[in-house]
Structure formats: structure tokens, C-alpha cells
């Protein structure tokens, strides 16, 4: 497990810093995801949009600070619905992951969250095993959901 980890939030910082995180988080982002997955990460989601969280993971210590993951959530009065958890390919099975999932149930409750909700594909092991240990229980299964053969799973962590 890393201990040298910062876990913000982009609205923290001040416009340049927003955007090169941002920047950093397309370019991970890209490289991780089918193109027809890929999520955009332009300046709209720094300027406020106050439902829209995107938390990112760098190492301490690194000026200016590095991606070394990220996730989006949107908040909507008592539920949160966990759109994308990413962790670079190269800082994978090192804890990351799981850090951040920690650092998001901590901070929702907080803000008096009663839950997160979110889907995932049921190919995606790596992902799925997170959420499972990260507390998550698998609520439903719906065929198709992400397209063609490609089943979308119904995840649920209470607060
Ligand atoms: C899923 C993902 C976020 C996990 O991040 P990570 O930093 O590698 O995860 P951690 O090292 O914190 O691992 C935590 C737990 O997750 C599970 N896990 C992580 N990677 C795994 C893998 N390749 N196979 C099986 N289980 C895995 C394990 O239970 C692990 O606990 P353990 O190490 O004690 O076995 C990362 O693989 C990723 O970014 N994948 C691509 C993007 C993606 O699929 N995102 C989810 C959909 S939006």
C-alpha cells in the first residue's frame, strides 16, 4: 500500500492547475478506454458544476503534481452515482485503487450521503473485485446494458 499519496479534488484548484489535471486525466483516460467509453475532461467540468465531483490521486512530493488516478462521481441530494474510477497502467495492483475508493466513501459520507451507486461491466474483473472489496454489493444484472453481449452490473454501497 503507498503512503506517499495526495487525494484531491479539482475544484481546489485555481484554473491553470485545474486544467493541467484535467489534461492528465484525458490523456489516462484515453489509453485506458475504448474510444467509445472515453469521457471528455474539458474545462466545463472545473468551472462549477456543482453535482460534478472528478477526485484525482498523485504522488506527494511531484511539483507539478502527476495523475496517477482519478474518479468522477455525480451527487444528487442523498445519492451519489460513481460514474469512472481510473488508476494509470503503470501504478495498478500497488493500493491505488483502493485509496481512492476509500477516500470517496469517506468524503460523501461527510456531505451526508446515504449511498453510492454505480455499473460496471461484468467483464471488467479487475474492477468489479475492487468494488467488492471496497464494501459494494451487486444489486442486479441487466443484458446488454453497454451494448451487444456486454452485461452492465447494478453495484451499491450504503453509507
Ligand atoms: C480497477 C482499477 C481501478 C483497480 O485499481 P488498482 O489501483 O490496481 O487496485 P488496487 O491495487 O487498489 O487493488 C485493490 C483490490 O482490487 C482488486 N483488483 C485490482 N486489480 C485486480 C486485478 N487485475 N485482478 C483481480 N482483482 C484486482 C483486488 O481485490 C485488490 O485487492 P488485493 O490487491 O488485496 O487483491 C484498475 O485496474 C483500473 O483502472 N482499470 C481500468 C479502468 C476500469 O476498469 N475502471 C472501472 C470502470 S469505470
Redesign the pocket.
Known sequence: MRTDLILSDIHSLNRTQALDILAQIARVEKK??PANEVMSFGEELWRKKPNTRVLYTAASGANPPVVL?YAVYVRQKGVALL?????A?S??????????MQYIRTRLQKEGCQYIQLW??QD????R??Y??SGYAEREAIADYYGPGRTGIRMVLNL
Open positions: 485506458s478506454f488516478a460514474h469512472k474510477v481510473c488508476v497502467e501504478h495498478r495492483r500497488q493500493g491505488v485503487g483502493i485509496q481512492l460496471v461491466d471488467r474483473a479487475p474492477a473485485a475492487l467488492v472489496r
